[in-house]
């Protein structure tokens, strides 16, 4: 099959969802008002509520949602097949994600902008919402210890991209000089960062680095995951400007253009797949597409991660409430379509299937390294870039969005941890804070072998959780609809699969890490089924009793803010 | 054509600098909060040899004194002489 009509009904697919479904969960479900007080109006501080124009807060909330994570999952799980992978991105972009993503959004704009957190002490319960925040602490942490090891598995199967990978670091630093202390304009700022990372790419393309074996006494990979780990640290604790603000923003930049080069190169060459739609004979090992596909990829078709980015900071800026659609549910199609890039590349880039059986010969083998080379190939017939230097873009591309999540997530990990100190009366200083969260972080990568071998073991762990979060805001959308005594059945149908299938999935895991005597995964799996089985309980109970008590006035939102600033 | 491009920068300002703007305020109100503690540190009853020359700040302080002792832990007005709530 041509990867061309995968692509053109995907495209359908997503466009329908946002002109039919999201019109219908607007007008009929969340019924947004344009009149409607935001809480960016409402309580404006120029700081955290500020009215933004739509687009740029789509841009916003889109490059904070999208990041390696939607190339990640996609590219391992088309190990059973493009269908399943294509299915589950397409619909669970449009039914899912889409939905689950404005939901958030309005929910937290009914509620002061407040965050899932707080709304989950409101409309489910206390004490299942702080246990949630273990399992918050627990899902960074997974994701920083995955990346470390793909970033790694990067730089190892395409050595040209060390050099633009490590030079973005001085390009971002740059770049920040440039705007605060020179005060240069933004546009030509810009320009001039974009030009320059895509000059390290040609350089690197032609000076490929493999470093020696061994390398100060560890393999390249223990080195580079110890390197990683230690800029991770180091880029956390520098002033925000310095370098984390211009990275990401060239990384948001960035983002258009890598999926611009990467949507027009399959127009353009029109790609046939190899990889077969069902996958009959997976590799051994490979767990069952039943329920592990549905946390595999996390992102993509629906991920709990998106909630805490909406309900956090979109919900304060606002404009007005109709805006929501925008935002919320076309940032979530914005992810799809990452996704389904990725999906495309994993199976279109290969020239028989013998070639593509080779790459994905295990499960969690292929993965990002089938996408930089798959939609190498794809760049290189589609846009006439030579296969090296395509190579070289795709995985400078998904190294930079895996480390800008890294040095964020050890930052947010960092914070997590001080707040642990306080409430054990403990006080954690900015650097002794840092190198627990590293301690933590390096350790349960090593924990997968000196290389980290297996360090994409945790993936599907990370996705099990990911989606838990996802239950717990569909959960609080679907008690604020009883309440209303509006239809609660697109929350309520959503919340149930993906409950039911990463529950399923967290048990399966438990079988397959005692049997691996991986005991770390073990405990955190252990700790994930104990929070969903609660918040499960306080969700049910709390929708039983929405459905018992009269309905709420029609104005309670606006009444009801008297309560919360109590 | 002008209007449009001016837009088009500061929607590109606005994506630069939206995401980390509070981050940045928190850190300048810790600084803030710091030199606050410092002015007020003689009437907080710690001896304070600048106190002669800070005391001349003291006015700039009151505006925002009762967000800051709320922030601060205090539910009331930490100072007899002041009382904001």
Not at chain 1, 134 to 160: E, G, Y
Not at chain 1, 355 to 363: G, I, L, P, R
Not at chain 1, 477 to 492: G, S
Not at chain 1, 517 to 542: R, S
Request: aromatic share 10%.
């Amino acid at each position: 099959m041509n990867a061309l009509p995968l692509l053109l009904i995907g495209l359908a697919m997503f466009a329908g969802g946002y002109v039919l479904y999201s019109r219908f969960l607007g007008n009929r479900v969340y019924k947004l008002d344009a009149s409607f007080r935001t809480p960016a109006h409402e309580l404006q501080d120029g700081v955290d509520y500020v009215p933004t124009n739509k687009f740029v807060l789509w841009g916003h909330h889109f490059t904070s949602v999208a990041g390696a994570a939607p190339i990640v999952g996609p590219a391992v799980a088309v190990i059973w097949g493009w269908l399943p992978a294509f299915l589950w991105v397409t619909l669970g972009t449009v039914f899912f994600a889409g939905m689950h993503d404005l939901g958030a959004l309005w929910a937290s704009a009914r509620n002061k902008g407040r965050s899932i957190g707080t709304l989950s002490g409101r409309y489910i319960g206390g004490r299942g919402a702080n246990l949630f925040l273990v399992v918050i602490f627990l899902l960074l942490l997974m994701v920083v210890a995955a990346f470390a090891v793909v970033i790694k598995n990067l730089l190892i199967s395409t050595p040209s991209a060390v050099i633009p990978a490590w030079g973005a670091v001085a390009v971002a630093l740059l770049v920040g000089q440039a705007v605060y202390r020179y005060r240069m304009s933004l546009g030509l700022v810009t320009v001039i960062g974009v030009g320059a990372l895509y000059g390290l790419i040609l350089l690197g393309d032609a000076v490929p680095v493999e470093l020696p074996d061994p390398i100060l006494g560890m393999s390249p990979a223990t080195f580079w995951i110890i390197a990683l780990f230690v800029y991770a640290g180091v880029a956390s604790l520098l002033p925000v400007w310095v370098l984390l603000q211009p990275r990401d923003y060239i990384n948001g930049v960035q983002l258009f253009v890598g999926l611009g080069i990467l949507f027009t190169s399959v127009l353009l060459s029109a790609p046939t797949i190899v990889a077969p739609a069902f996958n009959d004979a997976v590799p051994a090992g490979t767990p069952s597409l039943v329920p592990l596909l549905f946390v595999t990829i996390a992102c993509g078709a629906i991920s709990g991660f998106h909630g805490m980015v909406s309900s956090g900071t979109s919900s304060k800026q606002l404009d007005k409430e109709t805006d929501a659609r925008f935002v919320g549910y076309f940032g979530a199609v914005g992810e799809g379509l990452l996704a389904l890039g990725a999906i495309i590349a994993a199976v279109a880039g290969y020239r028989t299937l013998a070639d593509w059986e080779a790459v994905y010969s295990a499960f969690g083998q292929g993965g990002v390294a089938a996408f930089v080379e798959g939609g190498g190939a794809i760049l290189n017939s589609g846009l006439g870039l030579p296969v090296s230097l395509s190579s070289t873009v795709l995985a400078t591309m998904a190294i930079l969005f895996a480390a800008t999540t890294m040095d964020t997530g050890v930052r947010l990990l960092r914070f997590v941890v001080q707040e642990a100190g306080e409430v054990a009366k403990v006080r954690i200083g900015n650097v002794a804070g840092t190198l627990i969260t590293l301690a933590v972080g390096a350790g349960l990568t090593f924990s997968q072998g000196a290389g980290g071998e297996g360090g994409l073991r945790i993936w599907p762990l990370f996705g099990t959780s990911n989606q838990l979060l996802a239950s717990l805001t569909l959960s609080i959308v679907a008690v604020m609809l009883i309440r209303k005594r509006r239809n609660p059945a697109p929350a309520l149908i959503p919340l149930a699969v993906v409950f039911v299938m990463s529950f399923w999935a967290a048990v399966v895991q438990l079988g397959d890490f005692y049997e691996a005597g991986d005991w770390l995964l073990l405990i955190i799996d252990l700790v994930i089924i104990v929070a969903a089985l609660w918040v499960a309980f306080e969700a049910v109970v709390a929708m039983r009793r929405a459905s018992r008590e009269p309905p709420e006035a029609l104005d309670a939102d606006v009444t009801e803010k008297g309560e919360l600033t109590k | 054509m002008t209007s449009r491009w001016a837009s088009l920068r500061a929607g590109l300002e606005e994506f630069y600098a939206g995401p980390y703007r509070r981050t940045l305020a928190r850190a300048r109100r810790e600084e803030d909060d710091l030199f606050r503690m410092v002015v007020l540190a003689e009437a907080l009853g710690v001896p304070d040899p600048a106190a002669y020359y800070t005391a001349e700040l003291m006015p700039a302080l009151y505006e925002d004194f009762h967000a800051w002792h709320r922030r601060m832990g205090m539910d009331r007005s930490p100072l007899e002489h002041i009382g904001c709530c």
